[in-house]
């Protein structure tokens, strides 16, 4: 498991835009990669909530890497396509991003993700802002 | 038109991720919206390409802000949902994403998008990296 | 829950196309419903198995109907857009396609939807051999 | 160009579903398939309508036919996933659901799709009643 989540945050701090938003891998587990945003002012639509695209980049990664946890060795993930609905606007403090494993083929890993918003209460139960489905392609390198 | 740019375009610098990424809003028609993103390492994925995420974020605003150039007066715009194909690995040295209004419902709009990748050849033609498949409710605020 | 059957029971018969290809309703709960369909070749693809067009069309009344459960007095459903993978080939002599809601909005609920394969072997666990994700909108009548 | 249609044609003819629902190939094309639909009471949602199940079925047949068009000798080709917007009711007499190739790699084909809704008055332009957005994989068979 260690060395599952040291080939994950290998990759995952190699990628620009990760650092750029300010994620965080907080979780790899076989099937389910989970990623943290704090929200910044930086990453907002025009209403100050954070922006779809944002929310799309987290939970795409989350997507990708959970599908990665189970590709075959001497395979890397592609994400051919996704689609995401946004379900209410993303507002809160940190988000977390879940992708998981629904069905790994040979060629096409299909992936089930959602973003829960985070607010200051931290009782308070998280809302899902977000629900992606996700086609990711074994690349052999 | 002036005007049109002009709306679109406050909204477009109130949010914070455009600014963050570096995207600038390019041209917007009554039904078009095109949005440029010059590529930087910040942006990247693990292999260097632009990120999914960032490809995303900008084709989703470009079809959203398309779809505020037809929404009726008093009316704002949110995105319920998009599908996006990343067809090929998005590189290039400068994207232009372009959303386009296929169908304007009083509650829905459909818009497709695509983002073009250009290389340093000045000359050479485009590439076609991603497919956008959009669903934008308005909004009365 | 008996009125809640048979409102969605009535609105089921007077679909055409569930009666054309020997689509059941066989459970409604409130933001859950399931359709079953055995399998016959005249619902076949060029394999002889079941055509990804009656797939989707089981799992789409499915993800509406369970969208209706939740709709407030005096609305009914269309479905907006769906997204949906085949993952497998739908092969069996029974589908079961399951629409469950994931977030019931004022205007748009989102639906997931899954179908089944069953084959002949009664004690083998059925296979997912489609995932659904599709946004419903509620339309006053 | 007689040689694809004829290979096109022996496959939809083996499609059970493609003939339940009365469904004739129109046109082939390289890289786009039309494929007409006629309307008949047997195909209906429940206010009459042409069920969104029976406008996924032809044009996702018709966008998987247009990837088949170019597929590589030796290959054929099955519907990975797709997304559907209906944008409005299908009502029509006759429906005609053109699928398209928009690229196509080695492994990969992302097709675009729509349906035109025709009525009775020969001389009025169609609606566009449906836009897809789908992913067709090459197999070997």
Redesign the interface.
């Known amino acids: 498991m260690n060395d599952l989540f040291e080939r994950i945050s290998t990759?995952?701090h190699?990628?620009?835009?990760?650092?750029?938003?300010g994620a965080s891998l907080v979780s790899v587990q076989p099937g389910e990669v989970q990623i943290v945003l704090p929200y910044?002012?930086?990453?907002?639509?025009?209403h100050g909530f954070l922006?779809?695209?944002?929310v799309?980049?987290?939970v795409?990664?989350a997507a990708g890497y959970a599908a990665l946890t189970v590709a075959a060795e001497g395979y890397e993930v592609?994400?051919?396509?996704?689609?995401?609905?946004?379900?209410?606007?993303a507002i809160g403090e940190r988000f977390v991003a879940i992708g998981k494993v629904?069905?790994a083929?040979k060629?096409?890993t299909?992936c089930?993700g959602e973003v829960l918003a985070y607010g200051a209460d931290a009782a308070a139960a998280p809302k899902?802002v977000a629900?992606l489905?996700a086609?990711i392609?074994n690349v052999k390198y």
Chains 1, 2, 3, 4 share one sequence.
């Open positions: 990759s995952f190699a990628q620009g835009l990760m650092q750029t938003l910044q002012k930086a990453l907002s639509q025009q922006h779809a695209g944002a799309s980049s987290v795409d990664s592609v994400t051919a396509e996704f689609k995401i609905n946004l379900m209410r606007p629904v069905n083929g060629l096409l299909v089930s899902v629900l489905q086609t392609v």
